[in-house]
């Protein structure tokens, strides 16, 4: 029952499943009747290049739409990069998303792992990443970063992509979680990706607008690079119900608005809440999820205490298949509240 590789695989309605880092205020308003009323897209076959809703993407971030590849979600532009670079050796900033490395191999890659440490507040040591990355041609980073939630902002970013430049080493970041944050605009650095044939920005849509099951990502980037991109896509590869979704939840700004203000109002509650219980460190996040590790208490493992959860019908994310966290760490996607009161109150009961 306990999904070892990736959240969301509960299938038990009635679980209270924390495992997720899906927008807990689910479907934007009136897309489920939109799908609904347009179920003959079906018997169709999607546009190929998914214009129409690249070009809304396009006016959004302010580049041109031939600076956009749309994906069928952003797992298959994370599998897709390193092939169309042909890349030999990828760092991976650790710990992190655990398909990075599974994309790397899957290329005949070796991945090269630089790990942040706990003590160190999961920061990256650049003077170390840049002895690093002069012996590699790709590095990936999750911003913010998924499991730990940490973020780092466009100054730190644009220093990055100088050393992907000076290294002449691809620079694939990640932004998978960002449109959670408040200042989402601020932190990314798009426009250096359209000028830079060393940075490609991927982005998904799936968590932010809750259409996991659509699969809807994309990667910005320079044209030249976008075009290589595209070459080795297959046809067809974003369905037609899902580019009929996407061009829909894009305009429904006060969703948007609400989501960041809710996330951000959820996410310090739940931090404040989980932070007061004795036995439990919890780690700062600018994303819809927070980290937490066992400390100083009778319970041994994250193991345990998700069999112990699961009775009380809540699910969480177990961390210690990520590299660089052991078995006392987990991870807690932010629901609504009555939610996240069940789970403070059930979390306060095991522990103690």
């Excluded at 440490?117 to 990256?124: A, V």
Aim: charged content about 25%.
């Amino acid at each position: 029952m306990i999904n070892k590789i990736h959240g969301g695989n509960c299938l038990r309605r009635d679980i209270v499943d924390f495992s997720v880092n899906i927008n807990p205020l689910g479907l934007p308003k009136g897309l489920a009747g939109i799908i609904s009323n347009n179920t003959d897209c079906v018997l169709r076959y999607p546009d190929p290049s998914s214009e129409r809703l690249k070009r809304k993407l396009a006016a959004l971030h302010a580049v041109g739409p031939e600076n956009i590849a749309m994906g069928n979600g952003s797992i298959e532009l994370i599998y897709l990069v390193p092939r169309v670079f042909k890349t030999k050796r990828a760092v991976i900033i650790t710990p992190t998303f655990s398909e990075y490395e599974f994309a790397v191999r899957s290329n005949g890659s070796i991945p090269i792992f630089f790990g942040t440490s706990e003590k160190d507040n999961f920061k990256i040591d650049y003077n170390k990443l840049a002895g690093c990355l002069s012996h590699s041609d790709a590095f990936f980073l999750c911003n913010p970063n998924n499991p730990t939630g940490a973020i780092l902002h466009s100054d730190e970013l644009l220093y990055l992509s100088g050393l992907a430049r000076k290294n002449k080493t691809l620079f694939i970041l990640d932004e998978a979680f960002i449109d959670f944050t408040k200042k989402s605009d601020r932190t990314s650095i798009i426009s250096d990706a359209v000028k830079n044939g060393s940075l490609v920005i991927l982005r998904s849509m799936t968590k932010f607008f809750a259409i996991p099951g659509l699969r809807l990502g994309y990667v910005i980037g320079h044209k030249r690079v976008i075009e290589k991109i595209v070459k080795l896509q297959y046809p067809w590869n974003v369905n037609g119900m899902a580019q009929l979704a996407g061009e829909k939840v894009l305009a429904d700004k006060a969703y948007i608005d609400r989501t960041r203000m809710f996330v951000t109002e959820e996410r310090q509650y739940m931090f404040e809440r989980l932070g007061s219980i004795k036995g439990l460190k919890v780690y700062p996040s600018s994303a819809n999820f927070i980290l937490c590790k066992l400390q100083n208490t009778s319970i041994q493992s994250s193991d345990e205490l998700a069999r112990r959860l699961l009775r009380k019908r809540i699910y969480i994310r177990t961390c210690e298949n990520f590299r660089g966290l052991g078995d006392r760490y987990f991870r807690l996607a932010v629901r609504k509240r009555g939610d996240n009161d069940r789970l403070i109150s059930s979390m306060e009961g095991v522990i103690r």
